[in-house]
């Protein structure tokens, strides 16, 4: 799948940036334990990442961190558009664009594990808004998941 990264580390870089200041902006802390859980996030590439898998990553910089520890900084970062938790597998991945409208859907290689999130998409999300409004249904949050191979992996 394509990305529109030329090098990951600018991405890893960028998200970094657009937290502290999206953090600023809204008056809520971006602590050195958050901020080193969002990095561990983009340092998977375009993948995502197990909440496990980022705790066994985090003990090694911070040995005393607990599940409570990761799960309360994914909390933090989701409420603040930050991440995706990717339901269908109980994964989480860094969001490209934090500071618009998080309705999106992810393209998920089901070889490489890949994830493109992309969020043009708004004839979709006009069908689903007339359906979630005809049965007077009030979302949290819209999340669209496909699972398929990606071009690299055909």
């Not at 657009?18 to 996030?41: F, G, H, Y």
């Not at 999130?117 to 004839?123: A, H, I, L, V």
């Not at 249904?137 to 990606?150: A, R, S």
Request: a negative charge; one cysteine or more; aromatic letters at 6%.
């Amino acid at each position: 799948m394509e990305h529109s990264c030329e090098g990951h580390n600018h991405c890893v870089d960028d998200a970094l940036s657009k937290a502290e200041m999206i953090c600023s902006d809204q008056n809520v802390a971006l602590t050195p334990l958050r901020q080193k859980v969002l990095k561990l996030v983009w340092e998977e590439g375009h993948s995502s990442v197990k909440a496990y898998d980022l705790l066994e990553k985090l003990k090694k910089q911070e040995p005393s961190a607990k599940p409570t520890t990761v799960y309360r900084a994914l909390d933090f970062l989701m409420e603040n558009n930050l991440i995706h938790k990717l339901e269908s597998e109980n994964s989480y991945v860094g969001c490209n664009h934090p500071t618009r409208q998080h309705n999106c859907a992810f393209l998920i290689c089901n070889i490489c594990g890949d994830v493109n999130e992309f969020c043009d998409n708004s004839k979709l999300m006009d069908v689903i808004s007339t359906s979630i409004n005809s049965k007077s249904f009030k979302p949290q949050n819209i999340t669209l998941e496909v699972h398929g191979t990606c071009s690299n992996c055909l």
